[in-house]
C-alpha cells in the first residue's frame, strides 16, 4: 500500500514537472513574450514556509511602464482582467485574486477600469493539513493580462512562479509590513446588502452608508455584466444612512450583482446588490473624474468653435457683429485700433461664455438640474433680454446712440476696447437660445468632462463667435475689403434693425408664454415706454431739466411694476402645444409597450433651431400623415420653463441643451438620436421603415 502511495506520488510530481516545462515552453513562443511586456509581473509570498492546515497570502505585483495600463476584473467597455492558469501541488488550493480599487478613465467615449500605476492582486492559499513538513510546494502558472495605452492594446503573457515549502508559516516582518500596505489598497467588504432596480431607461442603487462616513469624488464600479452603461454619468446622493447611485442602464441582467463603491483617497468598498426598491435621491454629493477622454475633449472643444462660428448667422448675433465691422469701416482701416477692438470683443464674448458656462456647472454641482441657456428659462432673464433687444434695435434705427454700439465712442473712458468687450459679451449672452450643428453635441460633452475641462469648451464658443470679428481686425486683406464710409452705412444699420427688431417680437411672445398671460408685462412695458419717448423724441434729458422727473418716475415705475411681474409668474404647468403628448418616463414606457415606433422630441419656446425644425419638418402636412399612416407615437418634452426630468434625460443622452430628437424603434433596445437639423424626408423615411 504503501509503495502504491510512493508511486501515485512520483508520477504526481513528474506530471507537474511536464507540465510545467509545457507552460514554459508556450509562454517562451507566444508572440507576447517575443519582447518584454509593457506591464512586469512578479509572485510573491507573504510566507515562503506556510504551516499545513494553514496558509499564505500570495502577490502579484504589476508594474506598468510609463503611459501604460492595467485592468480590473471588470475592464469596463474594453478591457479585461488577469487570468492565471495555476500548476499547483495537490493539497494547495488558491483562492481568486482580489484586486485594489481602480480609477475610472475614458478614452474616445468608452469607459475603462485600469491601473495607471504599480499594483498587486492578492490571493490567499490553503494547504492541507495533511501535507508533510518540509514537502515542496512550489506554485507556478501562466498569466494572461491586457496591457493598454490611450492609443493600442496588447494581449500579454507570463509564467509565474515561487518557491514555497511546508513549513511553520513564519513571517518576516518586512515581508508582513509590506502585504499590510498592498491589503490596505483592497475595497473593504460592506457587512449589508443594498438593493438596485431598473426604472426604464435608468438604473438606480441604494447602497448602505453611515452618515459619518466621509466620501469624496465617488464613483461605482459595477463588476457584474449587463447592468449599467459604463461610461454613462452617475449621480450620487445621501438620502439618510443610504448613498443613492443613478445611471443609465444597459442590459437585461437580473438578480444579485457585485460591486465597487470608490470613496475617494484610494478607499473602497465592496459589496452585494439585492433586487429591491431603492428610496427616492437625496443631497446631492459632488462627483469628480479621475480622467478625461482626450478624444471626447479635442471634438468638443472643436465642436464648440465651429458650432460659435455658426451662431453669427443667428438673427440676433449678425446684426451685433455687422455693427462692429461697420465700426472699423468708419475709422478708416487704422490696423492697431481694429487689432484692439478686436481682442476686447473676443475677450467679451469669451469670459461671457466662461461665466456662463461656470454658472451652469456651479448650479449642477449644488444639485440643480439646469442646462445650457439655463438664464432663459425664468421670465427675469426674458425680461432683461427683451429690454436690451428693444433698446438696441431702437438704436439700429438712428433713435439714440448708444455709445457701445457707436463709431467707437468711449466707453468708460477706455475707448473702442471697452466698446469692443461689451459688445462681445452681449453678443455671447444673446447666443445662448441657439443650439446649430455641432454645439449641441459638443456642450453635452461638458456634462462627462471635469469642471476643468469643460469650462475650455464654454471658452471655445465665445472663441468661436468672436472669429470673424478677429479675423476683419488682424487680417489687412480682410479689412481692406470692407467697403469705404458713406451713407450706404445708414441705410444697412437701419437694415439691421429688422432682425433685431424680429428678435424683439420673440421674446415678447416667449415672455407671455412663459407668464402665462401678458397682464403681468403691461406695466414694465409702459414703463420702459415712457424712458424711451423722453430719450428719442426729447433728446438726453440733462440734470436739472424739468423732465428729469418724468425719467425717475419711470425708472420706480418700471422697478416696481418688475418685483410685481416677478412674483405673479404663473406656477401652473404649461401645457404642451407641439404635435404630440407630453413626455414623461411612464409616458415613453406605455408608448414603446405598444410596439409602435416613438419618436420624442425636446423643445423650448426661445430655442430658435427647435423651432425652426418644427416648422420646417416636424409639423410638416407630410409628416404628420406619414406618422399617422405608421402608428408612430410622438411625445414632446417642452423646456421653456425648466424641468428636471427633461434635464436628466438630455443628460442620459450626452446632451444639456436643447433640440434633441429620440427616435425607437420598435423592439430596439435604445432610441436613435437623430441630427440636430431634421428635413421632412428624413422622418418620413424613419416613419415608413
Not at 586 to 597: F, H, M, N, Q, V
Not at 654 to 675: D, F, H, Q, T
Request: charged content about 15%; aromatic content about 8%; some cysteine.
Amino acid at each position: 500500500m504503501a509503495m502504491n502511495l510512493q508511486s501515485e506520488a512520483f508520477v504526481t510530481r513528474i506530471a507537474r514537472a511536464v507540465l510545467f516545462l509545457l507552460a514554459l515552453t508556450l509562454a517562451a513562443f507566444s508572440p507576447a513574450q517575443a519582447k518584454s511586456t509593457h506591464i512586469q509581473p512578479r509572485l510573491v509570498a507573504e510566507s515562503v514556509a506556510p504551516a499545513p492546515g494553514g496558509g499564505t497570502t500570495l502577490a502579484l505585483t504589476m508594474t506598468p511602464e510609463k503611459t501604460w495600463h492595467g485592468y480590473w476584473a471588470n475592464g469596463g467597455d474594453a478591457g479585461f482582467g488577469l487570468s492565471v492558469e495555476w500548476n499547483a501541488p495537490e493539497g494547495v488550493a488558491i483562492a481568486p485574486f482580489r484586486y485594489p480599487v481602480p480609477d475610472a478613465l475614458i478614452l474616445f467615449g468608452m469607459m475603462n477600469h485600469v491601473y495607471e500605476h504599480p499594483y498587486a492582486l492578492l490571493a490567499d492559499v490553503q494547504v492541507d493539513k495533511s501535507i508533510a513538513p518540509g514537502t515542496d510546494l512550489t506554485l507556478s502558472g501562466v498569466a494572461n493580462w491586457l496591457a493598454c495605452t490611450d492609443k493600442v492594446c496588447v494581449p500579454e503573457r507570463a509564467v509565474i512562479s515561487v518557491a514555497l515549502k511546508a513549513g511553520d508559516g513564519a513571517v518576516v516582518p518586512a515581508g508582513r509590513e509590506r502585504f499590510d500596505g498592498w491589503r490596505a489598497l483592497l475595497p473593504q467588504p460592506l457587512d449589508r446588502h443594498g438593493s438596485w432596480e431598473r426604472r426604464g431607461d435608468m438604473v438606480r442603487f441604494a447602497i448602505p452608508l453611515p452618515a459619518s462616513t466621509t466620501i469624496d469624488a465617488p464613483h461605482l464600479f459595477v463588476e457584474t455584466q449587463d447592468v449599467v452603461d459604463y461610461a454613462a454619468p452617475q449621480r450620487f446622493s445621501r438620502n439618510g444612512d443610504q448613498i443613492i447611485v443613478e445611471t443609465r442602464a444597459k442590459g437585461d441582467k437580473a438578480g444579485p450583482i457585485s460591486a465597487l463603491l470608490k470613496l475617494g483617497g484610494g478607499r473602497g468598498l465592496s459589496l452585494q446588490l439585492e433586487p429591491g426598491a431603492v428610496p427616492s435621491a437625496g443631497e446631492t454629493i459632488a462627483t469628480t473624474a479621475d480622467g478625461i477622454d482626450t478624444g471626447l475633449f479635442g471634438t468638443a472643444l472643436g465642436g464648440a468653435i465651429l458650432g460659435g462660428l455658426i451662431l453669427n448667422l443667428m438673427p440676433c448675433v449678425f446684426p451685433i457683429l455687422s455693427l462692429k465691422a461697420l465700426s472699423l469701416a468708419r475709422s478708416g482701416g487704422d490696423a492697431k485700433g481694429a487689432k484692439v477692438e478686436a481682442l476686447a470683443y473676443t475677450a467679451g464674448a469669451v469670459v461671457t461664455s466662461l461665466l456662463l458656462g461656470g454658472a451652469l456647472l456651479a448650479l449642477r454641482a449644488v444639485g440643480e438640474q439646469v442646462g445650457w441657456a439655463f438664464q432663459l428659462q425664468h421670465p427675469v432673464s426674458v425680461l432683461a433680454l427683451l429690454i436690451l433687444a428693444l433698446a438696441i434695435t431702437l438704436n439700429l434705427l438712428g433713435a439714440y446712440e448708444l455709445p457701445s454700439f457707436g463709431g467707437g465712442q468711449t466707453l468708460a473712458g477706455k475707448g473702442g476696447a471697452a466698446g469692443g468687450f461689451w459688445t462681445g459679451a452681449l453678443a455671447a449672452f444673446v447666443a445662448t437660445p441657439c443650439s446649430g450643428p455641432l454645439l449641441g453635441a459638443a456642450l453635452g460633452a461638458t456634462l462627462v468632462l471635469p469642471a476643468w475641462a469643460a469650462l475650455p469648451i464654454f471658452g471655445g464658443l465665445g472663441l468661436g463667435l468672436a472669429l470673424p470679428f478677429l479675423a476683419i481686425g488682424f487680417v489687412p486683406a480682410l479689412r481692406n475689403r470692407l467697403p469705404k464710409p458713406g451713407p450706404w452705412m445708414d441705410r444697412f444699420r437701419k437694415w439691421m434693425a429688422l432682425p433685431m427688431g424680429l428678435t424683439t417680437l420673440a421674446l415678447i411672445w416667449l415672455l407671455w408664454r412663459q407668464l402665462g398671460s401678458g397682464a403681468q408685462l403691461l406695466w414694465p412695458i409702459l414703463a420702459v415706454a415712457m424712458a424711451l419717448v423722453l430719450l428719442t423724441h426729447y433728446g438726453a434729458v440733462q440734470r436739472g431739466d424739468r423732465r428729469s422727473w418724468l425719467l425717475i418716475a419711470s425708472g420706480l415705475l418700471f422697478v416696481i411694476s418688475l418685483a410685481g411681474t416677478v412674483t405673479e409668474v404663473a406656477e401652473a404647468q404649461r401645457t404642451t402645444t407641439g404635435a404630440g403628448s407630453t413626455f414623461s418616463p411612464g409616458a415613453l414606457a406605455k408608448a414603446r409597450a405598444t410596439g409602435k415606433p416613438v419618436f420624442v422630441y425636446f423643445t423650448a419656446d426661445w430655442c430658435l433651431s427647435c423651432k425652426a425644425n418644427e416648422a420646417g419638418a416636424i409639423e410638416r402636412e407630410t409628416v404628420q400623415k406619414a406618422f399617422d399612416e405608421a402608428g408612430v407615437v410622438t411625445l414632446v418634452g417642452d423646456w421653456t420653463n425648466g424641468d428636471p426630468v427633461i434635464t436628466r434625460t438630455l443628460a442620459e443622452h450626452g446632451r444639456n441643451s436643447v433640440p434633441l430628437y429620440l427616435w425607437y424603434a420598435p423592439g430596439a433596445a435604445k432610441p436613435e438620436i437623430l441630427p440636430q437639423i431634421l428635413t421632412p424626408g428624413l422622418l418620413t423615411d424613419k416613419a415608413e421603415r
